[in-house]
Nanobody
């Protein structure tokens, strides 16, 4: 089992920045690729970013490319999502997730999920 706890969400004005953190506990963190997803009311869960086991590879959803950066600190068992130039359409609950076997943009490959943190961007 891997337990994931997100933090860092909040209310920010358009154009502002936030950094989300996801702290992992349980099994060896470096054995998992990590991803961030988001879900707005009435919409499907959307892929935001993923990072490989060592952090050498990253992958972003089209809507956040060039604005968001995913990173990880394996000794601290933490993955981060730096969000810059935020837009009202970025408003959603953001989830981190752990995938033991793939480096993927599909939520179906992720085995463990956090409870989510709300990000609200005002215009």
């Amino acid at each position: 089992q891997v337990q994931l706890v997100e933090s860092g969400g909040g209310l920010v004005q358009a154009g502002g920045s936030l950094r989300l953190s996801c702290a992992a506990s349980g099994r060896t963190f470096s054995n998992y690729a990590m991803g961030w997803f988001r879900q707005a009311p009435g919409k499907e869960r959307e892929f935001v970013a993923a990072i490989s086991w060592t952090g050498a590879r990253t992958y972003y959803g089209d809507s956040v490319k060039g604005r968001f950066t995913i990173s990880r600190d394996n000794p601290k068992n933490t993955v981060y999502l730096q969000m810059n130039s935020l837009k009202p359409e970025d408003t959603a609950v953001y989830y981190c997730a752990a995938d033991p076997s793939q480096f993927s943009s599909s939520p179906t490959t992720y085995d463990y999920w956090g409870q989510g943190t709300q990000v609200t961007v005002s215009s």
